[in-house]
């Protein structure tokens, strides 16, 4: 029901840490049995830090040493058979029985943890031992200089020491269960299972606790593998059956391509929907836009880079992976600031960027195209939100080239609903080879 551990100096910050957590204390706790929503239920029967241990040390005799035990604590869990209304009264107790046994000015802290597997209470002292210490004490010549500086300090010996192996040792382990349980029954005033109170089968320690629960974990986990690899087996027989061999065969990669396919399925299912398109393939084309000064959106053939822009313009740049230069270049090489921009974004792991001209009143937009259709998909919705979070958009006009990988025409979509004002550029060029495509994707079809 109680454990006792010892720490060096180097584990005694960390000690602090875990048992005066709180949930806003910014520190990243490696027990991931910790729930930090439960943290807030904690609470301190006494409070001490860092500083308050560094300082008692200070104040008693200790031999120097790297492996010292300048800390302890116990854990005390609490038993199942203490009534709920008597928790607090139960750590209570414990701590007044350590505080009797320690030494009240040598316990640092005592902090009930609510927050973990089950309730439990850690409380910090230092080992010291009440003596009055003398030569003979350190036969040592090593250790009995450390004693002439600390008589030199204080004109007189020593009468308390830091020294684990005379606190905790065996003979008292021996008895501390028992004289606890005694005192505890008298405090609450009925007998409480002390002696094997972690859990209704015996006595457990935290430690005890989080090994229990990790071995129930790593059970469940493979029982979970099992049945992953039963599942596995029975649809790769049933792809076997319909002719895809097992060296097609990979679970992840199926259902990654499913989970694509369903993403492109729904952007074009859009897409057709907001330009009034048939879902057949052969329907599948342009349709005719006439330039209207009054319409938010005007299509032109040919390039923006030829067009007199407005002092105000959102300018889209493309910036395709798979060349060096943007299909606006000639437009980049005549503003010294956007060829800066540009360098930036190209070496920057952002897909879409919205940067304002440094020397004029211009917003410019830099999207990464692909070939990957799913990634220019959805570099658009970002290049959407982006648009509508511009400043003052709905008095800009944007000016945008028609993007040689996107498909289902996704961009001009975008503009369109959203009701932006828009001059959009398409080359005959580009027209011609999409509608090719198309028409090859339909004559495969037909085979």
Same mark, same amino acid.
Request: net charge neutral; proline share 3%.
């Given at each position: 029901?109680?454990?006792?551990?010892?720490?060096?100096?180097?584990?005694?910050?960390?000690?602090?840490?875990?048992?005066?957590?709180?949930?806003?204390?910014?520190?990243?706790?490696?027990?991931?049995?910790? =729930?930090?929503?439960? $943290?807030?239920?904690?609470?301190?029967?006494?409070? %001490?830090?860092?500083?308050?241990?560094?300082?008692?040390?200070?104040?008693?005799?200790?031999?120097?040493?790297?492996?010292?035990?300048?800390?302890?604590?116990?854990?005390? $869990?609490?038993?199942?058979?203490?009534?709920?209304?008597?928790? *607090?009264?139960?750590?209570?107790?414990?701590?007044?029985? #350590?505080?009797?046994?320690? %030494?009240?000015?040598?316990?640092?802290?005592?902090?009930?943890?609510?927050?973990?597997?089950?309730?439990?209470?850690?409380?910090?002292?230092?080992?010291?031992?009440?003596?009055?210490?003398?030569?003979?004490?350190?036969?040592?010549?090593?250790?009995?200089?450390?004693?002439?500086?600390?008589?030199?300090?204080?004109?007189?010996?020593?009468?308390?020491?830091?020294?684990?192996?005379?606190?905790?040792?065996?003979?008292?382990?021996?008895?501390?269960?028992?004289?606890?349980?005694?005192?505890?029954?008298?405090?609450?005033?009925?007998?409480?299972?002390?002696?094997?109170?972690?859990?209704?089968?015996?006595?457990?320690?935290?430690?005890?606790?989080?090994?229990?629960?990790?071995?129930?974990?790593?059970?469940?986990?493979?029982?979970?593998?099992?049945?992953?690899?039963?599942?596995?087996?029975?649809?790769?027989?049933?792809?076997?059956? $319909?002719?895809?061999?097992?060296?097609?065969?990979?679970?992840?990669?199926?259902?990654?391509?499913?989970?694509?396919?369903?993403?492109?399925?729904?952007?074009?299912?859009?897409?057709?929907?907001?330009?009034?398109?048939?879902?057949?393939?052969?329907?599948?084309?342009?349709?005719?836009?006439?330039?209207?000064?009054?319409?938010?959106?005007?299509?032109?053939?040919?390039?923006?880079?030829?067009?007199?822009?407005?002092?105000?313009?959102?300018?889209?740049?493309?910036?395709?992976?798979?060349?060096?230069?943007?299909?606006?270049?000639?437009?980049?090489?005549?503003? #010294?600031?956007?060829?800066?921009?540009?360098?930036?974004?190209?070496?920057? =792991? =952002?897909?879409?960027?919205?940067?304002?001209?440094?020397?004029?009143?211009?917003? #410019?937009?830099?999207?990464?195209?692909?070939?990957?259709?799913?990634?220019?998909? $959805?570099? #658009?919705?970002?290049?959407?939100?982006?648009?509508?979070?511009?400043?003052?958009?709905?008095?800009?006009?944007?000016?945008?080239?028609?993007?040689?990988?996107?498909?289902?025409?996704?961009? *001009?979509?975008?503009?369109?609903?959203?009701?932006?004002?828009?001059?959009?550029?398409?080359?005959?060029?580009?027209?011609?080879?999409?509608?090719?495509?198309?028409?090859?994707?339909?004559?495969?079809?037909?085979?």
């Amino acid at each position: 029901m109680a454990e006792i551990k010892k720490f060096k100096t180097p584990a005694v910050k960390a000690v602090f840490v875990h048992a005066n957590r709180t949930a806003t204390d910014g520190h990243k706790h490696s027990n991931e049995n910790i =729930d930090l929503d439960r $943290t807030k239920y904690n609470y301190r029967l006494k409070t %001490g830090g860092v500083k308050d241990w560094k300082k008692r040390l200070d104040e008693v005799f200790r031999v120097k040493r790297s492996d010292n035990v300048t800390f302890a604590e116990v854990i005390v $869990t609490l038993p199942k058979d203490v009534r709920e209304e008597d928790e *607090r009264r139960f750590f209570q107790s414990c701590y007044e029985f #350590f505080c009797k046994d320690f %030494g009240d000015e040598n316990v640092m802290y005592a902090t009930v943890h609510k927050d973990e597997i089950q309730p439990h209470m850690h409380l910090g002292f230092l080992p010291i031992e009440k003596k009055d210490i003398t030569y003979d004490d350190y036969p040592n010549q090593k250790y009995k200089s450390n004693l002439d500086k600390w008589v030199k300090k204080h004109n007189e010996l020593p009468k308390e020491r830091l020294l684990a192996s005379a606190i905790i040792n065996r003979p008292y382990l021996n008895t501390m269960h028992e004289r606890l349980q005694m005192h505890v029954d008298n405090y609450l005033g009925y007998h409480t299972s002390v002696l094997n109170g972690a859990t209704a089968k015996g006595n457990k320690t935290v430690l005890e606790l989080k090994v229990k629960t990790l071995q129930e974990k790593e059970q469940a986990l493979k029982e979970s593998i099992g049945g992953i690899k039963e599942d596995a087996k029975m649809i790769k027989q049933t792809m076997e059956k $319909t002719g895809i061999t097992s060296e097609d065969f990979a679970l992840y990669p199926l259902l990654q391509k499913i989970e694509n396919l369903q993403e492109q399925n729904t952007a074009l299912m859009e897409v057709l929907t907001r330009n009034g398109c048939s879902y057949s393939p052969n329907e599948l084309k342009p349709k005719n836009y006439i330039p209207a000064k009054s319409a938010p959106l005007n299509v032109y053939e040919g390039s923006l880079v030829d067009e007199q822009l407005t002092s105000n313009a959102v300018v889209v740049i493309e910036l395709p992976k798979h060349k060096d230069d943007s299909p606006q270049q000639k437009y980049i090489n005549e503003d #010294f600031d956007l060829r800066q921009m540009i360098t930036f974004a190209k070496n920057s =792991d =952002d897909e879409v960027r919205v940067k304002r001209s440094r020397t004029s009143d211009k917003v #410019f937009v830099i999207i990464k195209t692909d070939d990957d259709v799913k990634k220019t998909i $959805t570099n #658009f919705i970002v290049m959407e939100q982006m648009l509508k979070e511009i400043e003052d958009i709905r008095s800009r006009k944007i000016y945008m080239d028609r993007i040689e990988s996107d498909r289902y025409d996704l961009a *001009r979509s975008i503009l369109t609903s959203n009701n932006f004002q828009a001059a959009y550029f398409e080359k005959k060029s580009t027209i011609d080879k999409m509608l090719e495509e198309e028409k090859e994707q339909i004559e495969n079809i037909k085979e």
